[in-house]
Nanobody, 115 residues
């Protein structure tokens, strides 16, 4: 049974930084791309980033490019999302997922950007 557990969210001021973690179990972790998706209040799921199973490629939505970085530690089955220069529009529930659409995702961690 695949389990994804996100952590690291919180409240931060505009311009601040956070690092989210996603701990995975129940799958051959090094065989999967892992994605981050988010859902802002009243909106649908939005794809944020993806990282190749071995970390050989990374992709980002235009809205977060040059501010967010995804990385992974396959020895410990963890994926990270480092977020810099956060903006109020980044406020959302952030999920990691094994598919780009976010259908197979964890329970999420809340990020709130507010002064």
């Amino acid at each position: 049974q695949v389990q994804l557990v996100e952590s690291g969210g919180g409240v931060v001021q505009p311009g601040g930084s956070l690092r989210l973690s996603c701990a995975a179990s129940g799958l051959t972790f090094s065989s999967y791309w892992i994605y981050w998706v988010r859902q802002a209040p009243g909106k649908g799921l939005e794809w944020v980033s993806g990282i190749h199973s071995l970390g050989r490629a990374r992709t980002y939505a235009d809205s977060v490019k040059d501010r967010f970085t995804t990385s992974r530690d396959n020895a410990n089955n963890i994926v990270y999302l480092s977020m810099n220069n956060l903006k109020p529009d980044d406020t959302a529930l952030y999920y990691c997922a094994t598919d780009r659409s976010g259908q197979h995702r964890g329970q999420g961690t809340q990020v709130t950007v507010s002064s």
